[in-house]
Protein backbone atom coordinates (compact mmCIF):
# COMPACT_ATOMS: atom_id res chain seq x y z
CA UNK A 1 0.00 0.00 0.00
CA UNK A 2 1.28 3.42 -0.81
CA UNK A 3 0.72 6.95 0.63
CA UNK A 4 -1.98 9.09 -1.91
CA UNK A 5 0.26 11.97 -1.01
CA UNK A 6 3.98 11.36 -1.92
CA UNK A 7 3.41 7.49 -2.84
CA UNK A 8 5.28 6.46 -0.17
CA UNK A 9 5.45 2.81 1.07
CA UNK A 10 3.09 2.91 4.20
CA UNK A 11 3.88 1.27 7.40
CA UNK A 12 1.30 0.58 10.01
CA UNK A 13 0.48 3.32 11.39
CA UNK A 14 -2.41 5.77 10.52
CA UNK A 15 -0.43 7.89 9.19
CA UNK A 16 2.39 8.27 6.12
CA UNK A 17 5.46 8.48 8.15
CA UNK A 18 7.38 9.88 4.69
CA UNK A 19 4.75 13.12 4.53
CA UNK A 20 2.57 12.65 7.31
CA UNK A 21 -0.74 12.40 5.81
CA UNK A 22 -3.75 10.92 7.39
CA UNK A 23 -4.21 7.74 5.56
CA UNK A 24 -6.46 5.97 8.37
CA UNK A 25 -9.66 6.27 5.68
CA UNK A 26 -7.49 5.73 2.50
CA UNK A 27 -5.89 2.07 4.51
CA UNK A 28 -9.64 1.36 5.55
CA UNK A 29 -10.83 1.98 1.95
CA UNK A 30 -8.16 -0.08 0.43
CA UNK A 31 -8.78 -2.95 2.67
CA UNK A 32 -12.88 -3.05 1.72
CA UNK A 33 -11.35 -2.89 -1.84
CA UNK A 34 -9.39 -6.57 -1.39
CA UNK A 35 -12.12 -7.78 0.59
CA UNK A 36 -14.75 -7.65 -2.07
CA UNK A 37 -11.56 -8.66 -4.14
CA UNK A 38 -11.56 -11.91 -2.08
CA UNK A 39 -15.30 -12.08 -1.54
CA UNK A 40 -15.19 -12.00 -5.56
CA UNK A 41 -12.53 -14.74 -5.73
CA UNK A 42 -14.66 -17.28 -3.89
CA UNK A 43 -17.80 -16.82 -5.85
CA UNK A 44 -16.08 -16.91 -9.29
CA UNK A 45 -14.43 -20.17 -7.71
CA UNK A 46 -18.17 -21.52 -6.87
CA UNK A 47 -19.31 -20.38 -10.23
CA UNK A 48 -21.37 -17.84 -9.34
CA UNK A 49 -20.52 -15.46 -11.80
CA UNK A 50 -23.03 -12.68 -11.60
CA UNK A 51 -22.20 -12.49 -7.31
CA UNK A 52 -18.63 -12.25 -8.70
CA UNK A 53 -19.43 -9.58 -10.46
CA UNK A 54 -21.11 -7.60 -8.55
CA UNK A 55 -18.28 -7.92 -5.58
CA UNK A 56 -16.01 -7.34 -8.00
CA UNK A 57 -17.35 -4.31 -9.01
CA UNK A 58 -17.54 -3.46 -5.51
CA UNK A 59 -13.99 -3.76 -5.24
CA UNK A 60 -13.16 -1.27 -8.35
CA UNK A 61 -15.27 1.23 -6.65
CA UNK A 62 -13.23 1.30 -3.71
CA UNK A 63 -10.17 1.40 -5.31
CA UNK A 64 -9.87 1.47 -9.44
CA UNK A 65 -5.96 0.78 -9.52
CA UNK A 66 -7.09 -3.10 -7.69
CA UNK A 67 -5.43 -4.61 -10.80
CA UNK A 68 -6.11 -8.08 -9.77
CA UNK A 69 -9.82 -7.32 -9.37
CA UNK A 70 -9.97 -5.55 -12.68
CA UNK A 71 -8.25 -8.53 -14.27
CA UNK A 72 -10.53 -10.81 -12.60
CA UNK A 73 -13.67 -9.04 -13.67
CA UNK A 74 -12.32 -8.97 -17.09
CA UNK A 75 -12.02 -13.06 -16.69
CA UNK A 76 -15.39 -13.15 -15.52
CA UNK A 77 -17.10 -11.20 -18.15
CA UNK A 78 -15.27 -13.28 -20.73
CA UNK A 79 -16.57 -16.51 -19.23
CA UNK A 80 -20.11 -14.81 -19.05
CA UNK A 81 -19.98 -14.52 -23.04
CA UNK A 82 -19.33 -10.87 -22.57
CA UNK A 83 -16.42 -10.38 -24.78
CA UNK A 84 -16.51 -6.50 -24.96
CA UNK A 85 -16.99 -6.21 -21.60
CA UNK A 86 -13.82 -8.41 -20.42
CA UNK A 87 -11.57 -6.22 -23.44
CA UNK A 88 -12.99 -2.93 -21.61
CA UNK A 89 -11.51 -4.14 -18.34
CA UNK A 90 -8.16 -5.31 -19.72
CA UNK A 91 -7.01 -2.55 -21.47
CA UNK A 92 -7.55 -0.41 -18.68
CA UNK A 93 -5.93 -2.77 -16.34
CA UNK A 94 -2.97 -2.66 -18.72
CA UNK A 95 -2.90 1.29 -18.72
CA UNK A 96 -3.21 1.32 -15.31
CA UNK A 97 -0.08 -0.82 -14.90
CA UNK A 98 1.54 -0.91 -18.25
CA UNK A 99 4.61 -3.95 -17.61
CA UNK A 100 4.16 -6.97 -15.64
CA UNK A 101 0.16 -7.25 -16.31
CA UNK A 102 -1.25 -10.82 -16.95
CA UNK A 103 -4.20 -8.63 -18.97
CA UNK A 104 -1.75 -7.92 -21.84
CA UNK A 105 -1.76 -12.10 -22.05
CA UNK A 106 -5.16 -12.09 -22.25
CA UNK A 107 -5.61 -9.17 -24.82
CA UNK A 108 -3.24 -10.61 -26.77
CA UNK A 109 -5.17 -14.06 -26.70
CA UNK A 110 -8.05 -12.35 -28.31
CA UNK A 111 -6.49 -9.87 -30.82
CA UNK A 112 -3.64 -12.59 -32.10
CA UNK A 113 -6.28 -14.07 -34.18
CA UNK A 114 -8.21 -11.66 -37.05
CA UNK A 115 -10.59 -14.36 -37.61
CA UNK A 116 -11.48 -15.06 -33.94
CA UNK A 117 -12.06 -10.70 -33.65
CA UNK A 118 -14.37 -11.26 -36.53
CA UNK A 119 -15.69 -14.20 -34.84
CA UNK A 120 -16.69 -12.03 -31.94
CA UNK A 121 -18.08 -9.25 -33.29
CA UNK A 122 -20.11 -11.62 -35.55
CA UNK A 123 -21.59 -13.18 -32.78
CA UNK A 124 -22.64 -9.65 -30.84
CA UNK A 125 -24.31 -8.13 -34.14
CA UNK A 126 -26.24 -11.38 -34.51
CA UNK A 127 -27.46 -11.34 -30.87
CA UNK A 128 -28.16 -7.57 -31.00
CA UNK A 129 -30.27 -8.32 -34.69
CA UNK A 130 -31.88 -11.04 -32.95
CA UNK A 131 -33.18 -8.28 -30.24
CA UNK A 132 -34.50 -6.28 -32.95
CA UNK A 133 -36.40 -9.16 -34.08
CA UNK A 134 -37.65 -9.75 -31.03
CA UNK A 135 -39.05 -6.33 -30.68
CA UNK A 136 -40.65 -6.82 -33.67
CA UNK A 137 -42.33 -9.75 -32.55
CA UNK A 138 -40.56 -11.82 -35.85
CA UNK A 139 -40.06 -14.49 -32.66
CA UNK A 140 -38.81 -17.02 -35.35
CA UNK A 141 -36.16 -14.86 -36.95
CA UNK A 142 -35.27 -14.33 -33.27
CA UNK A 143 -34.81 -17.98 -32.34
CA UNK A 144 -32.94 -18.88 -35.56
CA UNK A 145 -30.32 -16.07 -34.79
CA UNK A 146 -30.16 -17.05 -31.51
CA UNK A 147 -28.83 -20.68 -32.40
CA UNK A 148 -26.20 -18.87 -34.22
CA UNK A 149 -25.40 -17.09 -31.93
CA UNK A 150 -24.81 -19.90 -29.46
CA UNK A 151 -23.17 -22.03 -32.32
CA UNK A 152 -20.50 -19.28 -32.19
CA UNK A 153 -20.09 -18.66 -28.60
CA UNK A 154 -21.69 -21.26 -26.53
CA UNK A 155 -20.65 -19.45 -23.35
CA UNK A 156 -23.08 -16.44 -23.96
CA UNK A 157 -25.05 -16.45 -20.73
CA UNK A 158 -27.75 -13.44 -22.14
CA UNK A 159 -28.36 -15.51 -25.18
CA UNK A 160 -29.39 -18.61 -23.71
CA UNK A 161 -31.44 -16.28 -21.33
CA UNK A 162 -33.47 -14.40 -24.34
CA UNK A 163 -33.72 -18.15 -26.37
CA UNK A 164 -34.94 -19.80 -23.39
CA UNK A 165 -37.85 -16.65 -22.55
CA UNK A 166 -38.88 -17.09 -26.39
CA UNK A 167 -39.37 -20.63 -25.86
CA UNK A 168 -41.25 -20.17 -22.65
CA UNK A 169 -43.17 -17.27 -24.91
CA UNK A 170 -43.95 -20.05 -27.50
CA UNK A 171 -44.69 -22.84 -24.41
CA UNK A 172 -41.76 -24.87 -25.13
CA UNK A 173 -40.88 -25.97 -22.06
CA UNK A 174 -38.66 -28.32 -22.72
CA UNK A 175 -36.07 -26.62 -24.74
CA UNK A 176 -36.34 -23.89 -22.42
CA UNK A 177 -35.27 -25.99 -19.56
CA UNK A 178 -32.67 -26.82 -21.60
CA UNK A 179 -31.13 -23.71 -21.99
CA UNK A 180 -31.75 -22.64 -18.72
CA UNK A 181 -30.39 -25.53 -17.34
CA UNK A 182 -26.92 -24.45 -19.69
CA UNK A 183 -27.54 -21.02 -18.02
CA UNK A 184 -27.43 -22.51 -14.39
CA UNK A 185 -23.94 -24.94 -14.95
CA UNK A 186 -22.08 -21.70 -16.20
CA UNK A 187 -23.78 -19.14 -14.01
CA UNK A 188 -25.57 -20.71 -10.69
CA UNK A 189 -26.83 -18.15 -8.63
CA UNK A 190 -27.99 -15.97 -11.96
CA UNK A 191 -31.34 -14.01 -10.81
CA UNK A 192 -32.90 -13.68 -14.39
CA UNK A 193 -31.86 -17.56 -15.06
CA UNK A 194 -32.90 -18.68 -11.25
CA UNK A 195 -36.61 -16.84 -12.08
CA UNK A 196 -36.84 -18.53 -15.04
CA UNK A 197 -36.53 -21.86 -14.32
CA UNK A 198 -38.87 -22.06 -11.49
CA UNK A 199 -41.33 -20.68 -13.97
CA UNK A 200 -40.72 -23.65 -16.40
CA UNK A 201 -40.65 -26.21 -13.26
CA UNK A 202 -44.15 -24.96 -12.67
CA UNK A 203 -45.29 -25.22 -16.06
CA UNK A 204 -43.38 -28.69 -16.39
CA UNK A 205 -44.76 -30.23 -13.35
CA UNK A 206 -47.78 -32.46 -13.06
CA UNK A 207 -51.31 -30.89 -11.60
CA UNK A 208 -50.53 -30.56 -8.08
CA UNK A 209 -53.85 -30.75 -5.97
CA UNK A 210 -52.22 -31.16 -2.46
CA UNK A 211 -54.96 -34.14 -2.26
CA UNK A 212 -53.47 -37.30 -2.13
CA UNK A 213 -56.46 -39.78 -3.27
CA UNK A 214 -56.06 -44.02 -3.83
CA UNK A 215 -57.36 -42.78 -8.15
CA UNK A 216 -54.42 -40.68 -8.18
CA UNK A 217 -52.23 -43.20 -6.80
CA UNK A 218 -52.91 -45.52 -9.72
CA UNK A 219 -52.88 -42.81 -11.84
CA UNK A 220 -49.41 -41.52 -11.42
CA UNK A 221 -47.48 -41.20 -13.99
CA UNK A 222 -43.79 -42.02 -14.38
CA UNK A 223 -41.69 -38.96 -15.87
CA UNK A 224 -38.17 -39.94 -17.47
CA UNK A 225 -36.50 -36.63 -19.11
CA UNK A 226 -33.57 -36.92 -21.40
CA UNK A 227 -32.08 -34.63 -23.25
CA UNK A 228 -34.43 -33.28 -25.84
CA UNK A 229 -37.79 -34.62 -24.52
CA UNK A 230 -39.86 -35.63 -21.43
CA UNK A 231 -41.20 -39.24 -21.53
CA UNK A 232 -44.38 -39.52 -19.30
CA UNK A 233 -45.51 -43.22 -18.86
CA UNK A 234 -48.44 -43.79 -17.01
CA UNK A 235 -48.66 -46.20 -14.28
CA UNK A 236 -51.37 -49.29 -14.18
CA UNK A 237 -51.05 -49.77 -17.97
CA UNK A 238 -50.85 -52.89 -19.19
CA UNK A 239 -49.53 -53.41 -22.43
CA UNK A 240 -52.18 -56.34 -24.26
CA UNK A 241 -50.72 -60.03 -24.97
CA UNK A 242 -49.55 -60.84 -28.46
CA UNK A 243 -50.04 -63.92 -30.16
CA UNK A 244 -48.15 -65.24 -33.10
CA UNK A 245 -51.25 -65.70 -35.09
CA UNK A 246 -52.79 -62.20 -34.55
CA UNK A 247 -49.22 -60.63 -35.30
CA UNK A 248 -49.62 -62.47 -38.35
CA UNK A 249 -53.15 -62.71 -39.60
CA UNK A 250 -52.25 -58.20 -39.23
CA UNK A 251 -49.52 -58.30 -41.26
CA UNK A 252 -51.53 -60.29 -43.89
CA UNK A 253 -54.73 -57.99 -43.58
CA UNK A 254 -52.05 -54.40 -43.93
CA UNK A 255 -50.64 -56.38 -47.13
CA UNK A 256 -54.16 -56.58 -48.50
CA UNK A 257 -54.88 -53.11 -47.27
CA UNK A 258 -51.35 -51.86 -49.00
CA UNK A 259 -52.24 -53.29 -52.33
CA UNK A 260 -55.58 -52.61 -52.82
CA UNK A 261 -54.75 -49.05 -52.01
CA UNK A 262 -51.21 -49.29 -54.12
CA UNK A 263 -54.01 -50.92 -56.80
CA UNK A 264 -56.93 -48.58 -56.99
CA UNK A 265 -55.07 -45.35 -56.01
CA UNK A 266 -51.48 -45.45 -56.69
CA UNK A 267 -51.41 -47.69 -60.15
CA UNK A 268 -53.62 -45.28 -62.24
CA UNK A 269 -52.24 -41.96 -61.37
CA UNK A 270 -49.00 -43.52 -62.14
CA UNK A 271 -50.41 -45.15 -65.07
CA UNK A 272 -52.05 -41.95 -66.44
CA UNK A 273 -48.98 -40.28 -65.86
CA UNK A 274 -46.75 -42.43 -68.05
CA UNK A 275 -49.40 -42.22 -70.47
CA UNK A 276 -49.36 -38.32 -70.56
CA UNK A 277 -46.06 -38.53 -70.65
CA UNK A 278 -46.03 -40.71 -73.78
CA UNK A 279 -47.97 -38.44 -75.52
CA UNK A 280 -46.20 -35.57 -74.67
CA UNK A 281 -42.73 -37.34 -76.29
CA UNK A 282 -44.70 -38.53 -79.10
CA UNK A 283 -46.42 -34.68 -79.69
CA UNK A 284 -42.88 -33.81 -79.38
CA UNK A 285 -41.54 -36.57 -81.70
CA UNK A 286 -44.06 -35.62 -84.09
CA UNK A 287 -43.57 -31.77 -84.28
CA UNK A 288 -40.13 -32.70 -84.71
CA UNK A 289 -40.80 -34.82 -87.70
CA UNK A 290 -42.89 -32.28 -88.77
CA UNK A 291 -39.93 -29.71 -89.07
CA UNK A 292 -37.35 -32.33 -90.17
CA UNK A 293 -40.02 -33.05 -93.36
CA UNK A 294 -40.47 -29.69 -94.10
CA UNK A 295 -36.71 -29.13 -94.25
CA UNK A 296 -36.56 -32.01 -96.59
CA UNK A 297 -38.72 -30.94 -98.67
CA UNK A 298 -37.04 -27.42 -98.61
CA UNK A 299 -34.29 -28.62 -99.48
CA UNK A 300 -35.37 -30.86 -101.74
CA UNK A 301 -36.89 -27.66 -104.06
CA UNK A 302 -33.08 -26.11 -103.56
CA UNK A 303 -31.20 -29.22 -104.84
CA UNK A 304 -33.69 -29.25 -107.84
CA UNK A 305 -33.29 -25.79 -108.65
CA UNK A 306 -29.16 -25.84 -108.56
CA UNK A 307 -30.01 -29.12 -110.50
CA UNK A 308 -32.04 -26.83 -113.22
CA UNK A 309 -29.20 -24.04 -112.97
CA UNK A 310 -26.37 -26.71 -113.25
CA UNK A 311 -27.77 -28.35 -116.28
CA UNK A 312 -28.54 -24.78 -118.05
CA UNK A 313 -25.00 -23.71 -117.15
CA UNK A 314 -23.52 -27.19 -118.08
CA UNK A 315 -25.39 -26.22 -121.74
CA UNK A 316 -24.28 -23.19 -121.42
CA UNK A 317 -20.35 -24.42 -121.02
CA UNK A 318 -21.08 -27.29 -124.10
CA UNK A 319 -22.38 -24.80 -126.39
CA UNK A 320 -19.13 -22.69 -125.66
CA UNK A 321 -16.67 -25.83 -125.39
CA UNK A 322 -18.02 -28.49 -127.88
CA UNK A 323 -18.73 -32.36 -127.14
CA UNK A 324 -15.37 -33.06 -125.43
CA UNK A 325 -15.88 -30.09 -122.80
CA UNK A 326 -13.57 -27.44 -124.55
CA UNK A 327 -13.88 -24.11 -126.24
CA UNK A 328 -12.83 -26.38 -129.34
CA UNK A 329 -15.10 -24.58 -131.82
CA UNK A 330 -13.64 -20.99 -131.32
CA UNK A 331 -10.24 -22.07 -131.39
CA UNK A 332 -10.90 -24.08 -134.84
CA UNK A 333 -12.84 -21.27 -135.99
CA UNK A 334 -9.77 -19.13 -134.86
CA UNK A 335 -7.27 -20.84 -136.42
CA UNK A 336 -9.65 -21.27 -139.41
CA UNK A 337 -9.73 -17.42 -139.99
CA UNK A 338 -5.86 -17.50 -139.09
CA UNK A 339 -5.26 -19.53 -142.29
CA UNK A 340 -7.56 -17.50 -144.18
CA UNK A 341 -5.62 -14.29 -143.40
CA UNK A 342 -2.14 -15.87 -143.97
CA UNK A 343 -3.70 -17.29 -147.45
CA UNK A 344 -5.17 -13.77 -148.54
CA UNK A 345 -1.25 -12.94 -148.21
CA UNK A 346 -0.71 -14.61 -151.00
CA UNK A 347 -1.82 -14.07 -154.36
CA UNK A 348 -4.86 -14.99 -156.08
CA UNK A 349 -4.23 -18.77 -158.14
CA UNK A 350 -0.56 -19.35 -155.79
CA UNK A 351 -0.31 -23.01 -154.74
CA UNK A 352 0.48 -21.99 -151.15
CA UNK A 353 -3.01 -19.53 -151.34
CA UNK A 354 -5.11 -22.65 -152.54
CA UNK A 355 -3.61 -24.69 -149.87
CA UNK A 356 -4.19 -22.58 -146.79
CA UNK A 357 -7.68 -22.28 -148.16
CA UNK A 358 -8.11 -26.03 -148.69
CA UNK A 359 -6.60 -26.56 -144.46
CA UNK A 360 -9.68 -23.39 -143.74
CA UNK A 361 -12.16 -25.51 -145.54
CA UNK A 362 -11.37 -28.70 -143.78
CA UNK A 363 -11.58 -26.96 -140.54
CA UNK A 364 -14.22 -25.38 -141.24
CA UNK A 365 -16.11 -28.74 -142.14
CA UNK A 366 -14.83 -29.73 -138.76
CA UNK A 367 -16.23 -26.86 -137.02
CA UNK A 368 -19.50 -27.60 -138.60
CA UNK A 369 -19.62 -31.15 -137.91
CA UNK A 370 -19.38 -30.45 -134.20
CA UNK A 371 -21.34 -27.54 -133.23
CA UNK A 372 -24.74 -26.75 -134.10
CA UNK A 373 -24.05 -23.00 -135.77
CA UNK A 374 -27.84 -21.50 -135.26
CA UNK A 375 -27.06 -22.02 -131.23
CA UNK A 376 -23.76 -20.50 -131.06
CA UNK A 377 -23.19 -16.84 -130.59
CA UNK A 378 -23.98 -13.57 -133.21
CA UNK A 379 -19.91 -13.63 -133.19
CA UNK A 380 -19.06 -17.11 -134.02
CA UNK A 381 -21.59 -16.94 -137.08
CA UNK A 382 -20.77 -13.87 -138.28
CA UNK A 383 -16.48 -14.77 -138.30
CA UNK A 384 -17.32 -18.44 -139.80
CA UNK A 385 -19.30 -16.56 -142.16
CA UNK A 386 -16.98 -14.25 -143.58
CA UNK A 387 -14.51 -16.82 -143.97
CA UNK A 388 -16.51 -19.64 -145.23
CA UNK A 389 -18.01 -16.57 -147.88
CA UNK A 390 -14.17 -15.71 -148.08
CA UNK A 391 -13.08 -18.93 -149.35
CA UNK A 392 -16.20 -20.09 -151.65
CA UNK A 393 -15.52 -19.55 -154.69
CA UNK A 394 -12.19 -20.73 -154.57
CA UNK A 395 -13.77 -23.54 -152.72
CA UNK A 396 -16.37 -23.80 -155.47
CA UNK A 397 -14.56 -24.00 -158.33
CA UNK A 398 -12.17 -26.69 -156.59
CA UNK A 399 -14.74 -28.98 -156.08
CA UNK A 400 -16.32 -28.27 -158.83
CA UNK A 401 -13.48 -29.32 -161.50
CA UNK A 402 -13.10 -32.29 -159.59
CA UNK A 403 -17.29 -33.06 -159.51
CA UNK A 404 -17.52 -32.27 -162.81
CA UNK A 405 -14.58 -35.08 -164.08
CA UNK A 406 -17.03 -37.57 -161.90
CA UNK A 407 -19.85 -36.68 -163.72
CA UNK A 408 -18.12 -36.58 -167.27
CA UNK A 409 -17.35 -40.06 -166.52
CA UNK A 410 -20.73 -41.26 -165.53
CA UNK A 411 -19.63 -41.44 -161.60
CA UNK A 412 -22.98 -39.79 -160.78
CA UNK A 413 -22.77 -41.32 -157.25
CA UNK A 414 -19.43 -40.49 -156.45
CA UNK A 415 -19.74 -36.93 -158.57
CA UNK A 416 -23.18 -35.96 -156.54
CA UNK A 417 -21.63 -34.83 -153.00
CA UNK A 418 -18.74 -33.05 -154.20
CA UNK A 419 -20.99 -31.31 -156.19
CA UNK A 420 -23.10 -30.35 -153.59
CA UNK A 421 -20.00 -28.83 -151.62
CA UNK A 422 -19.33 -26.78 -155.11
CA UNK A 423 -22.50 -25.36 -154.76
CA UNK A 424 -22.67 -24.73 -151.27
CA UNK A 425 -19.45 -23.16 -151.41
CA UNK A 426 -20.31 -20.56 -153.58
CA UNK A 427 -24.47 -20.72 -154.60
CA UNK A 428 -24.10 -18.20 -157.00
CA UNK A 429 -21.74 -19.99 -159.10
CA UNK A 430 -24.10 -22.28 -162.03
CA UNK A 431 -21.82 -24.26 -163.25
CA UNK A 432 -21.86 -26.72 -160.81
CA UNK A 433 -25.79 -27.17 -160.67
CA UNK A 434 -25.75 -28.46 -164.46
CA UNK A 435 -23.19 -31.04 -163.68
CA UNK A 436 -25.05 -31.87 -160.01
CA UNK A 437 -28.62 -31.76 -161.76
CA UNK A 438 -27.47 -34.34 -164.89
CA UNK A 439 -25.57 -36.64 -161.92
CA UNK A 440 -29.21 -36.61 -159.98
CA UNK A 441 -30.64 -37.57 -162.96
CA UNK A 442 -28.25 -39.95 -163.92
CA UNK A 443 -28.94 -41.84 -160.92
CA UNK A 444 -32.87 -41.74 -160.67
CA UNK A 445 -33.36 -38.30 -158.09
CA UNK A 446 -35.61 -36.82 -160.55
CA UNK A 447 -37.20 -34.08 -158.06
CA UNK A 448 -33.57 -32.84 -156.75
CA UNK A 449 -32.33 -33.10 -160.40
CA UNK A 450 -35.38 -30.60 -161.58
CA UNK A 451 -34.00 -28.16 -158.93
CA UNK A 452 -30.39 -27.91 -159.44
CA UNK A 453 -31.35 -27.54 -163.16
CA UNK A 454 -34.33 -24.60 -162.73
CA UNK A 455 -31.29 -23.34 -160.91
CA UNK A 456 -28.84 -23.57 -163.45
CA UNK A 457 -31.35 -22.01 -166.07
CA UNK A 458 -32.28 -19.21 -163.57
CA UNK A 459 -28.18 -18.35 -163.39
CA UNK A 460 -27.37 -19.61 -166.79
CA UNK A 461 -30.44 -18.73 -168.94
CA UNK A 462 -28.29 -17.78 -172.51
CA UNK A 463 -25.96 -20.46 -172.24
CA UNK A 464 -25.76 -23.58 -174.65
CA UNK A 465 -25.95 -25.82 -172.07
CA UNK A 466 -29.46 -23.75 -170.71
CA UNK A 467 -31.31 -25.18 -173.50
CA UNK A 468 -30.47 -28.76 -172.98
CA UNK A 469 -31.27 -28.25 -169.75
CA UNK A 470 -34.49 -26.93 -170.15
CA UNK A 471 -35.35 -29.91 -172.11
CA UNK A 472 -34.10 -31.90 -169.09
CA UNK A 473 -36.46 -30.12 -167.53
CA UNK A 474 -39.82 -30.65 -168.86
CA UNK A 475 -38.91 -34.35 -169.97
CA UNK A 476 -38.69 -34.44 -165.40
CA UNK A 477 -41.43 -32.26 -165.20
CA UNK A 478 -43.58 -34.98 -167.35
CA UNK A 479 -41.93 -37.92 -165.33
CA UNK A 480 -42.91 -36.64 -162.11
CA UNK A 481 -46.40 -35.76 -163.27
CA UNK A 482 -46.97 -39.20 -164.42
CA UNK B 1 -46.53 -15.77 -14.97
CA UNK B 2 -43.62 -14.32 -16.86
CA UNK B 3 -44.52 -11.63 -18.97
CA UNK B 4 -42.25 -11.76 -22.58
CA UNK B 5 -42.62 -7.66 -22.99
CA UNK B 6 -40.99 -6.99 -19.70
CA UNK B 7 -38.39 -9.41 -19.71
CA UNK B 8 -37.87 -8.73 -22.88
CA UNK B 9 -37.18 -5.08 -21.79
CA UNK B 10 -34.27 -6.33 -19.60
CA UNK B 11 -32.33 -7.33 -22.62
CA UNK B 12 -29.92 -4.13 -23.79
CA UNK B 13 -28.03 -4.52 -26.97
CA UNK B 14 -24.19 -5.75 -26.33
CA UNK B 15 -21.34 -3.86 -26.89
CA UNK B 16 -19.60 -4.16 -30.06
CA UNK B 17 -15.90 -4.29 -30.56
CA UNK B 18 -15.72 -1.11 -32.59
CA UNK B 19 -17.90 0.81 -29.38
CA UNK B 20 -15.25 -0.84 -27.18
CA UNK B 21 -13.20 2.44 -27.06
CA UNK B 22 -16.07 4.60 -26.83
CA UNK B 23 -16.69 3.03 -24.03
CA UNK B 24 -13.61 2.99 -22.41
CA UNK B 25 -13.39 6.58 -22.55
CA UNK B 26 -16.72 7.12 -21.03
CA UNK B 27 -15.92 5.01 -18.32
CA UNK B 28 -15.77 7.13 -15.27
CA UNK B 29 -13.03 6.19 -13.46
CA UNK B 30 -13.53 7.63 -10.10
CA UNK B 31 -13.38 5.67 -6.78
CA UNK B 32 -13.40 6.05 -3.38
CA UNK B 33 -10.12 6.69 -2.79
CA UNK B 34 -10.25 9.61 -5.22
CA UNK B 35 -13.62 11.17 -3.74
CA UNK B 36 -10.96 11.20 -0.07
CA UNK B 37 -8.27 12.62 -1.90
CA UNK B 38 -10.41 15.78 -2.84
CA UNK B 39 -12.02 15.82 -0.08
CA UNK B 40 -8.73 15.79 1.74
CA UNK B 41 -7.21 18.30 -0.45
CA UNK B 42 -10.66 20.38 -0.27
CA UNK B 43 -10.49 20.57 3.77
CA UNK B 44 -6.76 21.64 3.14
CA UNK B 45 -7.25 24.48 1.10
CA UNK B 46 -9.92 25.47 3.09
CA UNK B 47 -7.92 25.48 6.05
CA UNK B 48 -4.72 27.74 4.27
CA UNK B 49 -7.78 30.28 3.30
Sequence with gaps: MFC?????HLSEHDYCTSCGADVALYKRIMILSNLFYNEGLARAGLRDLTGAVTSLRQSLKFN????????????????MGETVGALSEWVISKNTRPEKNIADDYI??????????????????KYNQALVYCRQDSKDLAVIQLRKVLSLNPKFIRAHQLLALLYMDSEQWDKAKRELVKCADMDRNNIQTLTYMREVDRMLA?????????????????????????LIQPKGVKEPRRSGVGTLLNIMLGLVIGVAVMYFL??????????NESRQKINEISNESDAKNNMISDLENQIKEIEQETARLQGELERYAGTDGTLQSMDQLLVAAGKYVTAMQYSE???????YFQETADMLEQIKAGTVLEETSESFQNLYKLVFEGIGPYMSAAYYEIGNQLYLTSKFEEAIPILEKAVEYNPDNGDPYYALGRSYDGVGRGEEALAALEKFVEIYPMRDRATTAR???????????? | MINFEEELKKFRPSLEVEDAEESIYNQDLTDMADLLVRMI????????Q
Excluded: H, W
Design chain 1, 4 to 8: YNCGC
Design chain 1, 64 to 79: KNNIEARNLLGLVYFE
Design chain 1, 108 to 125: NMIQASASRLDSINQTIK
Design chain 1, 206 to 230: PDETGKISRRKDREEAVRYQTENEV
Design chain 1, 266 to 275: VVPSVRTNVL
Design chain 1, 349 to 355: NSAERGQ
Design chain 1, 471 to 482: SIILRLQNELAN
Design chain 2, 41 to 48: QEVQETEE
